[in-house]
């Protein structure tokens, strides 16, 4: 029964931070079957390895020092940090590199590197809540693993690994390679010091003093990234609000389906009106749509724009599609 509520408490938190991740990115959500691809990444082979590197380095350490201390200071400070962070970050170079067209601005990153790093943290807070928790104090010690982990440090993972998903979406927008190459690099590098230095403090300040430090820097740090998505979604509804004032000829400002791209309430009414009828595809494919088409114009600004041509007219074939057959 231990190992089953030990599993359920590890995910299903997780699982619910991954839902709210998702209803953050209002305009242009990602798909669901590659979010759920990084967070399988995340949960089984992202864990998976870091685990077996993370044990193999930690025995490494204490063969050559014959110090357990030692092996668990060095672990938590460079191999867990360094191995964690790559693993998880990779999901997102996947992502970037073969589902190119579904990564199209900084929030973009962020969504799927916090999907990965949930999954992550989905299967290593089940492991703790297990082997620190429930195995040596039963239930109680069950359940104060679980605010510890779901409650106190829920979402350290990702929040290291957004630096990374960051540092990818800058480097789209770059036409210097040299900086295409430095910016996810740095985004990894941030990521993988701010893992350390929370490590380090869990380390080198054990007891209510150091989770009370470390837990303090961790919400700051949550709270400012939290702040940065929001001004992300803000600058996001300014580009669809901007696409369509300059686009008359496809957007009509009084129409009523143009207004509600943008406005949150509007849209999930207008979902569940069409819920069973033939114009719920042509609701969805329209605000779908129109945020990339935003996104797709505003890259073409930015970087070459002959790269865009033909993406930006079919999108615009689509959407003036789908708004014909809306009022029709």
């Not at 991740?21 to 399988?40: A, N, R, S, T």
């Not at 930690?58 to 672990?75: H, L, Q």
């Not at 997102?92 to 190119?100: D, G």
């Not at 039963?138 to 104060?144: T, V, Y």
Request: glycine share 8%; aromatic share 16%; hydrophobic share 55%.
């Amino acid at each position: 029964m231990g190992v089953i509520a030990s599993f359920f408490f590890g995910f299903f938190p997780m699982y619910l931070n991954a839902l709210f991740i998702y209803w953050l990115d209002h305009y242009e959500k990602e798909p669901k079957f590659l979010l759920g691809l990084v967070f399988f990444w995340g949960a089984v082979l992202a864990a998976g390895i870091a685990f077996f590197l993370n044990t193999a380095f930690g025995v490494g350490v204490f063969m050559a020092t014959n110090s357990e201390s030692a092996a668990d200071f060095s672990t938590g400070a460079i191999s867990a940090p360094l191995i964690e962070e790559t693993m998880k970050g990779l999901a997102v170079l996947v992502i970037f590199l073969f589902a190119h067209k579904e990564f199209d601005s900084v929030l973009d990153g962020i969504v799927y590197a916090a999907v990965a790093a949930l999954g992550f943290a989905a299967t290593e807070n089940a492991y703790y809540i297990y082997a620190y928790g429930f195995e040596p104090d039963s239930w109680a010690g069950l359940f104060n693993m679980v605010f510890i982990r779901v409650i106190l440090v829920g979402w350290q993972h990702p929040f290291y690994t957004a630096f990374i998903g960051i540092g990818l979406a800058l480097a789209r927008f770059q036409k210097n390679w040299g900086l295409r190459i430095f910016l996810p690099s740095l985004g990894w590098f941030i990521a993988v010091v701010l893992h350390s230095i929370h490590n380090i403090i869990a380390s080198v300040s054990p007891g209510s003093f150091g989770l009370l430090l470390g837990t303090t820097l961790d919400w700051m740090g949550w709270s400012a990234m939290l702040l940065f998505i929001l001004i992300i979604i803000k600058k996001e509804k300014s580009l669809i609000e901007k696409l369509i004032i300059n686009n008359p000829e496809v957007f009509h400002p009084q129409d009523q389906y143009v207004k509600s791209i943008t406005n949150f309430s509007k849209r999930i009414r207008y979902s569940i009106q069409f819920l069973g009828t033939k114009k719920s595809g042509a609701y969805a494919q329209f605000v779908k749509l129109v945020p990339e088409l935003a996104h797709k114009v505003n890259q073409a600004k930015i970087t070459d724009g002959l790269l865009y041509k033909d993406i930006i007219i079919d999108l615009t074939k689509k959407i003036k599609s789908s708004l014909i057959e809306l009022n029709t």
